[in-house]
């Protein structure tokens, strides 16, 4: 890392609580933008569609809604913030419950390889075992990666995520190596 000083006691020079957000214009702007796709494609297949009218025009209505509900739902149920506290870490999304968990009940913290880069992140509940996932895409991960780390010390790492996670050995090295 270029700048390892940066991701050092990061819950402490950055503060608790803190929050990392999804851009909002942009999330907002697309939930509106496919809602009025949606109800112009409605209203085109009320008003407009009838059965003299090409296979074409008879079809694109329904693609234009196919695609603008996809892009709804998925701005709606994907993870909207995230809100680390001395406490726990939450996960909130607009359009489904938010998951709160325990900084204690934090298990394992690994990479899934998918199609999209997800970090899942395993904690137990209940003595169940559960899992979380949140996309690589999302604002700022190793910032993210690094406070659940430091807030949880008792977590595993997969290989992928001990690399990228700072370890303590890595701290005193680098505080050695800046004493000098």
Do not use: C, H
């Amino acid at each position: 890392m270029k700048d390892l000083g940066e991701f050092l006691d990061i819950n402490k020079t950055k503060g608790l609580p803190r929050t990392y957000k999804f851009n909002q214009f942009i999330r907002w702007f697309t939930l509106i933008f496919a809602t009025l796709a949606i109800a112009y494609s409605i209203w085109l297949i009320f008003n407009k569609v009838d059965s003299d009218s090409s296979k074409f025009a008879q079809f694109v209505p329904f693609a234009i809604m196919f695609l603008a509900l996809n892009s709804f739902l998925k701005n709606l149920f994907s993870l909207n913030k995230i809100k680390l506290t001395q406490e726990m870490i939450s996960f909130q999304y607009l359009g489904k419950k938010n998951v709160n968990i325990k900084w204690g009940s934090l298990t394992k913290m690994e990479l899934n390889e998918d199609k999209r880069k997800m970090i899942r992140l395993k904690y137990i509940v209940d003595d169940v075992e559960r899992s979380l996932q949140y996309t690589l895409s999302f604002p700022k991960p190793l910032e993210i990666a690094n406070s659940i780390a430091e807030m949880a010390p008792q977590i595993e790492f997969d290989e992928f995520m001990a690399a990228v996670v700072i370890t303590d050995k890595e701290k005193k090295a680098f505080f050695e190596k800046n004493k000098k």
